[in-house]
């Protein structure tokens, strides 16, 4: 019995923290999707909570308040938190041109954005300007 759960357990961690990732990467795409359509109609991405920065920066933290010009009209309900109960980051630059969403993933902290794929759950996800330009894949540590 030892034996199997020394080899379940571990693997059972890393499902659950893959899982967090994934339902933080749907959540971040549905919210983009939001932002898009609402783009379209208004030729801008919106403001957060007095959101700024750049669309490769980290942002602002969203709040509950956050995104209600999106709602019900183009989301019903707006994701703002990431897999690990943390509030996703929005920037979007000042002429509403370009927009990041971004999770800091398990850990929680900021980390660098290099552009492509991670192998460690506490890497950030970044999705900005309708596709992911940092994501998790393969196996991860």
């Known amino acids: ?4 759960a020394a080899i379940a ?12 990732q994934k339902r933080s ?28 920065g750049l669309f490769t920066s980290s942002g602002t933290a969203l709040t509950t308040g956050s995104f209600t010009r999106l709602t ?6 707006a994701p703002k938190q990431d897999g690990w ?7 979007s630059d000042a002429p ?13 902290v900021s980390g660098a954005t290099n552009c492509g794929t991670t192998t460690d759950f506490n890497e950030d ?11 998790p894949e393969g196996a991860q540590h």
């Open 9 to 20: 357990i571990p693997n059972l961690l890393n499902a659950v923290q893959r899982g967090k």
């Open 1 to 4: 019995i030892g034996i199997l």
């Open 85 to 91: 109960g943390q509030f996703f980051l929005y920037g």
């Open 125 to 135: 996800i970044v999705y900005s300007n309708g596709t992911f330009i940092q994501w």
């Open 96 to 108: 509403g041109n370009n927009y990041a969403i971004r999770s800091f993933g398990r850990n929680k």
């Open 25 to 52: 990467m749907s959540d971040m795409r549905s919210l983009a999707t939001a932002i898009e359509a609402y783009a379209v109609d208004n030729n801008l991405y919106p403001p957060a909570a007095c959101a700024g």
């Open 72 to 77: 019900p009209t183009y989301i019903a309900q």
